[in-house]
């Protein structure tokens, strides 16, 4: 996976900015922005993860076209889900949130195999 350039895309991110300026204490305030700052950290690594997903997915989606092979595979999504499900489990973590996060993920992935796959049909090339 490649390293994050977060100089580039955070310029104009303002990690302190907050609506709560001159309502609470300062310490307060610090505390905040140190937790934030762990949770903006967690967010860059998740877009990273997930780019880094869909380059995977991509790859899989073209072998998928080249090999006529469908785009949605129901019984790896199911297997997927359940997986899943047990992870977030143990990572106490809500499941059905879980869940919903990886079907949305899944049809994203699955949409994106049926538009390599319409491409390939398109230009014509066969296995």
């Keep these: 996976m490649s390293e994050p350039n977060l100089n580039e895309s955070t310029q104009t991110f303002d990690p302190h900015a907050s609506s709560l300026q001159g309502e609470v204490q300062q310490e307060v305030l610090d505390e905040l922005f140190s937790i934030r700052g762990s949770i903006d950290n967690f967010d860059a690594q998740l877009v990273y993860l997930l780019a880094e997903r869909f380059k995977a997915t991509q790859r899989v989606g073209h072998l998928k076209a080249t090999h006529q092979l469908p785009p949605s595979d129901p019984n790896r999504e199911k ?16 499941p059905e949130f879980a ?6 993920i899944i049809s994203e992935v699955i949409r994106h195999h049926q538009h390599i796959s319409d491409s390939h049909k398109s230009n014509g090339a066969d296995a």
């Design 99 to 104: 869940e919903k996060f990886l079907n949305f």
């Design 79 to 94: 297997a997927q889900i359940e997986r899943l499900r047990s992870l977030a489990h143990e990572a106490h973590l809500d």
